[in-house]
């Protein structure tokens, strides 16, 4: 074994020590058995780093909409897509970060309109996992 | 020869110029490391947009990866360790740019987290670019050793 991978081994087992004290002791380690992500979508405490970068989009029903909503979100469902995509565009910058939800991690209704937004145009679209549940049992 | 009858410095000037160079790649691995060490929960995520790797391994790399990335960083300016420290942050080097053009040509719309929280919104194209031109210059610092 010659002296560079010599010397590239005990860097990697001497980072172990570390590594191992942090996924012990860490106060932000990762939690283990966290549920994965699906592709495109986001979960709430990132999404809340986001802050003012994220557009909220409300994708259930007018109703739904009505009764309560994140506060600053925009409602957009397919049923109503024509007269509400131009107010979502008024809304919308190129550097946002779209957000949508639904009424629950089980919903699609979130997922149709994210995939819809996409195919018009409309880049970093996420699906919030959890949906409106997510944002009700917030701490 | 020729290179040293028209420019009689230039042997030194590379020599210097990949003393700065290590300087300056293990400053940023250790900048990265650390960053991310700060908040390896965070970083798990991050890892866990790329779609690439399943949640646990994604979540082991979070604790190790940092780390490995501080001491390869600190061990360049360590003449005892600088070629070991060096293969690893080339071979980092590799990993990441495989994953920020794989997350770019897959469009997923995710920024590097290279730099933990620290810089955010980055996109992967720029840092892709970065970590390309990054490459070449551990290939210059490579052309320094026997």
Known sequence: ?139 | MISRLHFPELPRLVKLGRIFGRMVLGLLFVLAGATKAFDPGAFAVEIQRYHLIPWIPGALSSVYLPWLEILAGALLFVKRFEQGALLLVTCLLFVFTFALASATFRGLGIDCGCFGKVFTATGTVVPLIRNILLLAFTGFLWLGYP
């Not at chain 1, 010599?6 to 106060?27: D, E, M, N, Y």
């Not at chain 1, 986001?42 to 506060?71: F, I, K, S």
């Not at chain 1, 639904?102 to 996992?129: F, M, N």
């Open chain 1, 1 to 139: 074994m010659g002296p560079t991978v010599r010397q590239a081994s005990l860097i990697l087992l001497a980072a172990l020590v570390p590594a191992s004290l942090t996924a012990a002791f860490h106060p932000r380690r990762p939690v283990w058995s966290q549920e994965t992500l699906a592709p495109g979508e986001e979960m709430l405490p990132t999404v809340l780093a986001w802050g003012a970068n994220a557009l909220w989009v409300d994708a259930r029903t007018a109703d739904e909409y009505e009764t309560e909503h994140v506060p600053g979100a925009i409602s957009l469902n397919l049923e109503n897509w024509d007269q509400l995509f131009p107010k979502f565009l008024d809304a919308w910058t190129r550097e946002k970060k779209v957000v949508v939800y639904c009424s629950a991690a089980t919903c699609e209704l979130s997922r149709e309109v994210a995939e819809r937004l996409r195919k018009s145009g409309i880049s970093s679209v996420y699906v919030l996992k959890g949906g409106w549940e997510a944002w009700k049992n917030r701490k």
